[in-house]
Protein backbone atom coordinates (compact mmCIF):
# COMPACT_ATOMS: atom_id res chain seq x y z
CA UNK A 1 0.00 0.00 0.00
CA UNK A 2 1.10 3.45 -0.95
CA UNK A 3 1.41 5.80 1.97
CA UNK A 4 -0.06 9.99 1.05
CA UNK A 5 1.88 12.74 2.61
CA UNK A 6 -0.02 15.29 4.92
CA UNK A 7 0.09 19.29 2.68
CA UNK A 8 -0.33 21.82 4.65
CA UNK A 9 -3.02 24.61 3.91
CA UNK A 10 -2.47 27.06 5.58
CA UNK A 11 0.38 29.23 4.19
CA UNK A 12 2.40 29.70 7.17
CA UNK A 13 4.72 27.87 8.34
CA UNK A 14 4.78 27.76 12.43
CA UNK A 15 8.31 26.96 13.94
CA UNK A 16 7.18 23.74 15.05
CA UNK A 17 6.09 22.44 11.75
CA UNK A 18 10.05 23.50 10.80
CA UNK A 19 11.30 22.07 13.62
CA UNK A 20 9.34 18.66 13.07
CA UNK A 21 9.95 18.47 9.10
CA UNK A 22 13.97 18.97 9.48
CA UNK A 23 14.03 16.38 12.22
CA UNK A 24 13.83 14.13 9.36
CA UNK A 25 16.22 15.76 7.29
CA UNK A 26 19.66 13.71 7.88
CA UNK A 27 22.76 15.60 8.80
CA UNK A 28 26.64 14.95 9.46
CA UNK A 29 27.12 15.58 13.31
CA UNK A 30 30.00 18.42 13.98
CA UNK A 31 31.15 19.91 17.43
CA UNK A 32 31.39 23.84 16.38
CA UNK A 33 34.45 25.06 18.59
CA UNK A 34 35.98 28.06 19.32
CA UNK A 35 37.53 30.02 22.89
CA UNK A 36 35.72 32.29 24.34
CA UNK A 37 36.65 34.77 27.98
CA UNK A 38 36.81 31.75 30.38
CA UNK A 39 38.18 29.26 28.14
CA UNK A 40 37.02 26.73 25.19
CA UNK A 41 33.44 26.49 24.17
CA UNK A 42 31.67 23.85 21.79
CA UNK A 43 28.16 22.85 21.05
CA UNK A 44 26.57 20.01 18.47
CA UNK A 45 25.69 21.19 15.05
CA UNK A 46 24.04 19.17 12.23
CA UNK A 47 24.00 22.99 10.76
CA UNK A 48 27.37 22.58 8.81
CA UNK A 49 27.99 22.59 4.94
CA UNK A 50 30.74 22.66 2.80
CA UNK A 51 30.59 25.83 0.80
CA UNK A 52 33.21 26.10 -2.13
CA UNK A 53 36.60 24.80 -2.62
CA UNK A 54 37.97 28.20 -4.27
CA UNK A 55 38.68 29.55 -1.36
CA UNK A 56 37.93 26.74 0.71
CA UNK A 57 35.58 27.51 3.02
CA UNK A 58 32.20 26.14 4.77
CA UNK A 59 29.35 27.64 6.56
CA UNK A 60 27.76 27.36 9.91
CA UNK A 61 25.01 28.42 11.46
CA UNK A 62 25.14 29.21 15.17
CA UNK A 63 22.32 30.03 17.69
CA UNK A 64 22.62 33.94 18.88
CA UNK A 65 21.73 33.12 22.36
CA UNK A 66 25.13 30.98 22.58
CA UNK A 67 27.97 32.39 24.43
CA UNK A 68 30.09 30.48 21.71
CA UNK A 69 28.37 32.62 18.82
CA UNK A 70 29.39 35.39 20.45
CA UNK A 71 33.22 34.08 20.92
CA UNK A 72 33.37 33.41 17.51
CA UNK A 73 32.19 36.86 16.48
CA UNK A 74 35.18 38.87 19.39
CA UNK A 75 37.81 36.31 18.21
CA UNK A 76 37.04 36.25 14.36
CA UNK A 77 38.13 31.78 14.61
CA UNK A 78 36.20 28.69 15.07
CA UNK A 79 36.70 25.07 14.19
CA UNK A 80 34.80 22.31 12.22
CA UNK A 81 35.22 19.00 14.73
CA UNK A 82 33.52 16.33 12.04
CA UNK A 83 32.42 13.74 14.84
CA UNK A 84 33.02 9.62 13.79
CA UNK A 85 30.12 7.45 14.76
CA UNK A 86 32.04 5.87 17.89
CA UNK A 87 31.97 9.81 19.31
CA UNK A 88 27.67 9.47 20.28
CA UNK A 89 28.58 10.27 23.94
CA UNK A 90 30.45 13.24 22.95
CA UNK A 91 27.98 14.71 20.74
CA UNK A 92 25.25 14.01 23.25
CA UNK A 93 27.93 15.99 26.01
CA UNK A 94 28.41 19.18 23.36
CA UNK A 95 24.63 19.13 23.06
CA UNK A 96 23.87 19.75 26.70
CA UNK A 97 22.09 15.76 26.94
CA UNK A 98 24.56 15.43 30.19
CA UNK A 99 24.10 18.64 31.99
CA UNK A 100 28.05 19.96 31.07
CA UNK A 101 27.65 23.31 30.44
CA UNK A 102 30.87 25.40 29.35
CA UNK A 103 34.96 24.98 28.98
CA UNK A 104 33.96 21.40 31.35
CA UNK A 105 32.81 20.03 28.36
CA UNK A 106 35.97 19.46 27.06
CA UNK A 107 37.03 17.39 30.10
CA UNK A 108 35.90 14.26 27.92
CA UNK A 109 37.75 13.64 24.20
CA UNK A 110 41.05 14.38 22.96
CA UNK A 111 41.18 17.98 22.67
CA UNK A 112 44.43 20.13 21.98
CA UNK A 113 44.71 24.18 21.34
CA UNK A 114 45.81 24.78 17.71
CA UNK A 115 48.27 28.33 17.58
CA UNK A 116 44.83 29.78 16.23
CA UNK A 117 43.50 29.17 19.88
CA UNK A 118 40.59 26.91 18.17
CA UNK A 119 40.05 23.49 20.02
CA UNK A 120 40.35 20.64 17.79
CA UNK A 121 39.28 17.01 18.72
CA UNK A 122 42.73 15.26 17.96
CA UNK A 123 40.40 11.87 16.94
CA UNK A 124 37.55 13.47 14.68
CA UNK A 125 37.28 12.68 11.26
CA UNK A 126 38.80 16.03 10.21
CA UNK A 127 39.00 19.23 12.30
CA UNK A 128 38.64 22.44 10.58
CA UNK A 129 40.38 25.72 11.26
CA UNK A 130 38.46 28.80 10.32
CA UNK A 131 38.51 32.39 10.39
CA UNK A 132 35.10 33.66 10.28
CA UNK A 133 34.76 35.46 6.67
CA UNK A 134 31.51 36.82 6.54
CA UNK A 135 28.23 36.33 9.39
CA UNK A 136 24.59 36.63 8.10
CA UNK A 137 22.30 37.09 10.92
CA UNK A 138 18.56 35.45 9.90
CA UNK A 139 16.29 34.81 12.80
CA UNK A 140 17.49 33.74 15.73
CA UNK A 141 20.84 32.32 14.12
CA UNK A 142 24.17 33.81 12.77
CA UNK A 143 25.68 32.21 9.70
CA UNK A 144 28.99 31.78 9.54
CA UNK A 145 31.19 31.34 6.52
CA UNK A 146 34.51 30.16 7.68
CA UNK A 147 37.67 30.61 5.61
CA UNK A 148 39.21 26.96 6.27
CA UNK A 149 43.23 27.82 7.38
CA UNK A 150 43.64 24.59 8.05
CA UNK A 151 43.06 20.80 7.77
CA UNK A 152 44.10 18.23 10.59
CA UNK A 153 42.79 14.70 9.29
CA UNK A 154 41.81 12.21 12.34
CA UNK A 155 40.95 8.61 12.32
CA UNK A 156 39.06 6.82 9.54
CA UNK A 157 35.56 5.69 10.32
CA UNK A 158 31.75 5.77 10.17
CA UNK A 159 30.41 9.51 10.51
CA UNK A 160 27.63 10.05 12.62
CA UNK A 161 24.92 11.51 11.66
CA UNK A 162 21.71 12.58 13.29
CA UNK A 163 17.82 12.40 12.11
CA UNK A 164 14.64 11.94 13.60
CA UNK A 165 16.07 12.89 17.04
CA UNK A 166 18.88 10.20 17.12
CA UNK A 167 22.50 9.42 16.93
CA UNK A 168 23.14 6.74 14.24
CA UNK A 169 25.59 5.65 11.90
CA UNK A 170 26.11 4.93 8.53
CA UNK A 171 24.91 0.95 6.63
CA UNK A 172 26.16 0.44 3.19
CA UNK A 173 23.46 -0.61 0.60
Known amino acids: MQATATLLKDPTVTGD???LAMRRLAGGVSIISSFGPDGPLG?????????????PSVL????RSLKLETAV????RFGVNMLRADH????KRFAGMH?????????QGNWTILPSDVPALC???VSFDCQVGE???VGTHSIFVGLIDEVHFGESGDPLVYCNGAFAGLAPL
Open 17 to 19: DFR
Open 43 to 55: VTATAVTSLTSEP
Open 60 to 63: CCLN
Open 73 to 76: KDTG
Open 88 to 91: HDLA
Open 99 to 107: GVRGSAKFD
Open 123 to 125: DSL
Open 135 to 137: ILE
